[in-house]
């Protein structure tokens, strides 16, 4: 594969003399051989910084209230289950494939 890199043409001269050095330390990292070729392009100095993604997590949806009838399905369903751990998890996952979307 092909390594595109970006600089400014002051340190365009310095990273094309490391372009061997580059590219054994990355195949290095990777175990192979994954690029075989670095590609230097020239940019101004300007656009690095603008344009720039603020990274923050979507925001969170409240979960949906289960429908009252698929609650009373699935206690319903899990009510003979003596054990109270098993019987409650039984509940749960009556719940989850009741209120699944059918398409």
Same mark, same amino acid.
Do not use: W
């Given at each position: 594969? #092909?390594? @595109?890199?970006? %600089?400014?043409? &002051?340190?365009?001269? /310095?990273?094309? $003399?490391?372009? +061997? ?19 230097? #392009?020239? @940019?101004?100095? %300007?656009?690095? &910084?603008?344009?720039? /993604?603020?990274? $923050?997590?979507? +925001? ?44």
């Amino acid at each position: 594969a #092909t390594l @595109t890199l970006l %600089t400014t043409g &002051a340190h365009a001269p /310095v990273l094309q $003399a490391d372009l +061997p050095r580059l590219i054994e330390r990355v195949n290095a990292c990777y175990g192979y051989a994954a690029i075989s070729r670095i590609r230097i #392009t020239q @940019t101004a100095p %300007t656009g690095f &910084a603008e344009g720039q /993604v603020a990274f $923050a997590p979507a +925001p969170q949806k409240e979960p949906s209230q289960p429908d009252p009838k698929v609650e009373r399905v699935a206690r319903q369903t899990a009510s003979q289950i003596g054990d109270d751990a098993l019987r409650t998890a039984l509940e749960m996952l009556g719940r989850n494939v009741l209120s699944r979307s059918k398409h």
